[in-house]
């Protein structure tokens, strides 16, 4: 089953202390204008509608995003738009600009940091735990006489948390979505507070390479 064509596209930030940085976006909406932007729920397939997603001043991105970032880079905000960088300050955190620019047009194409990021606004965003499973047995085949218990993987399971728009909250159990950098998921519990037995769970879908398709980060030590 290709995932691809039927995964709507969302976006999430780790919600692990230490792993998250802030943009500041100077000419952006204000935090409480209550402002959002129209995107595709499938880039290749207009036909699959579209969904809002929370913009303002402030963005929440991957740290590992951020690093090694100077004033005067353009950035891309993955289905918002580009970013000059004005300003990186001492705990890491950047300052810029928001550059109307047309999609595909050569600055975003040169761009080497396209950021998938999450409007830190937090009465809208919600927790979400990530599950991450490996191979139960680390050697790929058995000889003849060798016990399975000596090869069993200890490190076959991991979980962290990440932050994702309020968008989320409709998805149902079993939903099929794409984390944009992260991979294909499937919804084992949906979404009903922000309590600890509330928030959305999902598991990562395996795509048999061997590393996760994560791009972003992976809580596996094999990894």
């Not at 890491?92 to 194409?109: C, L, M, R, Y």
């Not at 950021?115 to 937090?122: E, L, Q, V």
């Not at 139960?136 to 948390?161: H, R, T």
């Not at 099929?176 to 919804?187: C, H, N």
Request: aromatic residues 6%; charged residues 30%.
């Amino acid at each position: 089953m290709q995932l691809d064509p039927i995964a709507k596209r969302f976006m999430a930030v780790s919600n692990v202390e230490g792993d998250s940085s802030t943009i500041t976006i100077n000419n952006a909406p204000a935090m409480d204008s209550n402002s959002f932007i129209s995107t595709d729920n499938l880039p290749k397939d207009p036909k699959a509608g579209k969904r809002l997603v929370r913009i303002g001043k402030q963005v929440l991105v991957e740290k590992s995003d951020v690093d090694g970032i100077v004033v005067g880079e353009n950035i891309v905000l993955m289905r918002w738009g580009l970013v000059t960088v004005t300003k990186v300050n001492a705990d890491g955190s950047v300052e810029g600009d928001f550059k109307e620019t047309e999609a595909g047009s050569d600055e975003i194409k040169k761009a080497k940091r396209k950021m998938t990021w999450i409007c830190d606004h937090k009465q809208s965003n919600i927790r979400i735990t990530l599950f991450e499973f490996d191979n139960l047995i680390n050697k790929p085949s058995l000889e003849e006489g060798e016990n399975f218990k000596d090869f069993i993987n200890e490190n076959n399971k991991a979980s962290f948390e990440v932050v994702g728009d309020a968008g989320m909250k409709s998805l149902k159990e079993h939903d099929i979505i794409q984390l944009e950098r992260r991979g294909f998921f499937r919804v084992d519990r949906a979404y009903s507070g922000e309590g600890e037995e509330e928030g959305l769970v999902l598991i990562l879908i395996p795509d048999g390479k061997a590393k996760a398709m994560s791009t972003i980060v992976s809580k596996l030590a094999h990894r």
